[in-house]
C-alpha cells in the first residue's frame, strides 16, 4: 500500500515512522517542510499546492498529520499551517485520486468541555464523557482550524469524487519517547524547573495525561485500522489509550473500527527510571 504522510518529522509522525517504516505491507512517502537525515523526504510547505501535488501522484492513502501544532498559535499560523494547508491537501489527493485519508484531528475541536470542568475533571469519579455526536467545541484557533478539517473532509467525502474515504482521529496526548507515558508532561515541567516532582501542579499533570494519554502503539493501531478498512465513507474518532480517567469516548472507535488499546493510563503508579534518569541529565538548575 502505498502512503503519503503529510508533516512526517513532527512529534505525531515519529510512531508512524517507527511502527510502520520496516513493514512490507507499506510503502511510505514523507512529506515535510523540512529534511530529515534519515529519511528521503518530499521536501515542501503545505502552503504551497504546486509544490506538495507531485508527492500525490500514485498513493493509496494520505496520512495528513502537517499543521501548527498547539493550542498557542496566531490567526495568521493557523490559517496558513491548517486552513489553506488542509484545504491543499485535499485538493491534492482529490486530484491525484487517492482513496483513503487519515485526518489528524484533535480533542482541542471538542476541547472547551475541559475547560469547562477542569481539573476536578481529572478525578476518577467524574462524570463526564463526550461522544463523538457530542456538538463541536474548540477552545483555540487550532481546536476550530481541526473542527474545520473534519467539515471540510465530509464535504469532499459528500461532493468531490476523491477521497472516497475519510477518517478524523481527535489525537488526545500523543509522546515522544522518553516520554511515552503518563509522567511525560509531569516529569517534563521538572526537566525545565516549572515544578517539584511529588508537587500539586506535578500530580495534577499526571492525572490529566492518565486521561488524555495515547501511547505511540496504540495511535498506529488506530492508523492501521483505518487504512485496512473498506467500509466507512466518513467517520469522527477519539483516540486515547484505555484510560479510566478519560472523558472522550473510545467505544466508537472500538466498534466501528475494531480498536483494541493495548495501553492504560492508571497502570503507571510512577515514572519509569529512564525518564527520570533523563529528566535529571537534562534538568535546568
Known amino acids: 500500500m502505498q502512503v503519503l504522510i503529510t508533516g512526517a518529522h513532527g512529534q505525531v509522525g515519529d510512531g508512524l515512522k517507527r511502527y510502520l517504516g520496516d513493514r512490507g505491507d507499506y510503502e511510505l512517502t514523507y512529506l515535510d517542510r523540512d529534511d530529515h537525515p534519515d529519511y528521503d523526504t518530499h521536501v515542501a510547505d503545505v502552503n504551497d499546492y504546486d509544490a506538495i501535488r ?12 502537517a499543521a501548527y501544532p498547539t493550542t498557542d498559535g496566531t490567526w495568521e499560523q493557523i490559517r ?3 486552513l489553506h494547508g488542509t484545504h491543499n491537501v485535499l485538493e491534492a489527493a482529490a486530484d491525484a485520486g487517492v482513496s483513503q485519508f487519515v485526518f489528524a484531528s484533535s480533542i482541542h475541536a471538542a476541547g472547551m468541555y475541559e475547560e469547562e470542568h477542569a481539573p476536578e475533571l481529572y478525578e476518577l469519579d467524574f462524570d463526564l464523557t463526550v461522544t463523538h455526536e457530542d456538538p463541536e467545541r474548540p477552545d483555540s484557533y487550532y481546536g476550530a482550524s481541526k473542527a474545520f478539517g473534519e467539515d471540510w473532509g465530509r464535504y469532499f467525502i459528500e461532493c468531490r469524487e476523491y477521497p472516497e474515504q475519510f477518517y478524523a482521529i481527535r489525537i488526545a496526548s500523543i509522546r515522544e519517547p522518553p516520554y511515552d507515558n503518563p509522567y511525560g508532561d509531569a516529569e517534563k515541567g521538572v526537566e525545565r524547573g516549572d515544578w517539584e516532582r511529588g508537587s500539586h501542579e506535578y500530580e495534577t499533570q499526571v492525572k490529566r495525561l492518565q486521561g488524555t494519554w495515547l501511547s505511540q ?3 498506529v493501531q488506530l492508523v492501521e485500522l483505518c487504512l485496512a478498512d473498506d467500509e466507512l ?3 469522527i ?19 466501528v473500527l475494531g480498536y483494541e488499546p493495548q495501553d492504560q493510563g492508571e497502570a503507571w503508579t510512577e515514572p519509569p527510571q529512564d525518564l527520570v534518569e533523563h529528566v535529571e541529565n537534562n534538568r535546568e538548575i
Open 233 to 235: 465513507e466518513f467517520g
Open 80 to 82: 496558513d499551517s491548517n
Open 54 to 65: 507531485p508527492a500525490f501522484d500514485g498513493q493509496d492513502a494520505v496520512i495528513h498529520l
Open 237 to 255: 474518532f477519539f483516540a486515547t489509550s484505555e484510560n479510566e480517567r478519560g472523558w472522550y469516548d473510545i467505544t466508537h472507535a472500538k466498534d
Open 217 to 219: 502503539r496504540d495511535w
